[in-house]
Nanobody
């Protein structure tokens, strides 16, 4: 069974940092590029970042470029998102996602709230 399990969310003040993790299982993790997406209350999904299967290529939405860093540890089957200089508008549920076996798969998400 393909599973993606996010963790690391929480409440943080503006300007603070969080590191999200996504534990993958049930598929050959290092064969797949992976993404982070987010969904704010009442909004649609917003793409945040992508990383290639070997970690050699990354890209970011303009809204997070220079503040967020995506990475992966293929030996641990884990995807990460380091979030620095957080802003109130980063408040969302964050999901890791991949197209696994032709199907878009997401985890259950982890809530990030940026508030003073």
């Amino acid at each position: 069974e393909v599973r993606l399990v996010e963790s690391g969310g929480g409440l943080v003040q503006p300007g603070g940092s969080l590191r999200l993790s996504c534990a993958a299982s049930g598929f050959t993790f290092d064969n797949y590029g992976m993404t982070w997406v987010r969904q704010a209350p009442g909004q649609g999904f917003e793409w945040v970042s992508v990383i290639s299967s070997d970690g050699g290529y990354t890209d970011y939405a303009d809204s997070v470029k220079g503040r967020f860093t995506i990475s992966r540890d293929n030996a641990k089957n884990t995807l990460y998102l380091q979030m620095d200089s957080l802003k109130t508008e980063d408040t969302s549920v964050y999901y890791c996602s991949g197209i696994i076996g032709g199907k878009t798969t997401r985890g259950q998400g982890t809530q990030v709230t940026v508030s003073s």
